[in-house]
Structures are given as structure tokens and as C-alpha cells.
């Protein structure tokens, strides 16, 4: 259960409150609104009990131990997909080149060029 039977006061402290203040406004005799606000109370009082349950239902986190599990059984069937795909890639070096995308080996070729004119501009300092 999530809180505490002292939630469960302050519930009914609060009910009876409210009830108090409207059934007031009526004009009854006293010992029925005292009566009346004091059923309410205890009524509330006793709902709390599973109202209390549900919010710790909700709330409830597994155990770290069963999460861990579940996170290390994923990372292990990650590796043995990654070790087979590099064993794979090992074996046959013209399907690793097909895997990557067009927009890698343009970035090759523009690292290629910027280098080159990084050279050239270089020599052309050194000869100034």
C-alpha cells in the first residue's frame, strides 16, 4: 500500500469537513449533521484502504534484480548480433562496403577533397 493509515485521517478529516459545511447550510437538528458528517468520515476512512492500494499498485516498480536480468539478456543478444555481422562483414569485404549508404561515401570524398585543398593551401604558404 502506498502512505499510510495516517492518509487515511487526514481523508477523513477532510470529508468530514466538507460534509459538515454543507450539510450545515440545511436546517436540521445538530445531532444529524454531527451524525451525518461522522458516517462520512468513517466511510472515507475505510475507502482509503484501497484507494491506498491502487495509488501503490500504479506506483509499483519491479524489483532491480528482475529489470538487471531482462538488461543483460538484451546486451548478450546484442553481442552475439554484433559479433556475427563483423564475422560476417570479415569474411566478405565487398557486402560490408554495400551496407553503408551513399551519403557515407560522399562524406569520404569530401573529407578527400577538403584535405587536398588544405595541401595545396599549405604548399602555397610555404612557397610565400
Same mark, same amino acid.
Request: with cysteine.
Given at each position: *500500500?502506498?502512505? =499510510?493509515? @495516517?492518509?487515511?485521517?487526514?481523508?477523513?478529516?477532510?470529508? &468530514?469537513? $466538507?460534509?459538515?459545511? +454543507?450539510?450545515?447550510?440545511?436546517?436540521?437538528?445538530?445531532?444529524?449533521? *454531527?451524525?451525518? =458528517?461522522? @458516517?462520512?468520515?468513517?466511510?472515507?476512512?475505510?475507502?482509503? &484502504?484501497? $484507494?491506498?492500494?491502487? +495509488?501503490?499498485?500504479?506506483?509499483?516498480?519491479?524489483?532491480?534484480?528482475?529489470?538487471?536480468?531482462?538488461?543483460?539478456?538484451?546486451?548478450?543478444?546484442?553481442?552475439?548480433?554484433?559479433?556475427?555481422?563483423?564475422?560476417?562483414?570479415?569474411?566478405?569485404?565487398?557486402?560490408?562496403?554495400?551496407?553503408?549508404?551513399?551519403?557515407?561515401?560522399?562524406?569520404?570524398?569530401?573529407?578527400?577533397?577538403?584535405?587536398?585543398?588544405?595541401?595545396?593551401?599549405?604548399?602555397?604558404?610555404?612557397?610565400?
Amino acid at each position: *500500500m502506498y502512505g =499510510s493509515v @495516517f492518509w487515511n485521517c487526514w481523508g477523513s478529516l477532510f470529508a &468530514f469537513t $466538507v460534509t459538515f459545511a +454543507i450539510v450545515y447550510q440545511e436546517s436540521i437538528s445538530p445531532l444529524k449533521i *454531527m451524525l451525518t =458528517s461522522f @458516517f462520512v468520515a468513517i466511510a472515507v476512512f475505510i475507502l482509503m &484502504f484501497p $484507494v491506498r492500494s491502487l +495509488i501503490g499498485f500504479i506506483l509499483f516498480t519491479s524489483d532491480d534484480e528482475h529489470l538487471n536480468d531482462a538488461i543483460e539478456k538484451d546486451e548478450t543478444d546484442g553481442n552475439e548480433n554484433l559479433s556475427e555481422e563483423m564475422q560476417s562483414g570479415i569474411e566478405n569485404p565487398e557486402e560490408m562496403n554495400n551496407h553503408h549508404s551513399s551519403s557515407k561515401g560522399l562524406q569520404d570524398q569530401n573529407a578527400e577533397e577538403i584535405a587536398n585543398v588544405v595541401r595545396a593551401m599549405m604548399e602555397e604558404k610555404d612557397d610565400a
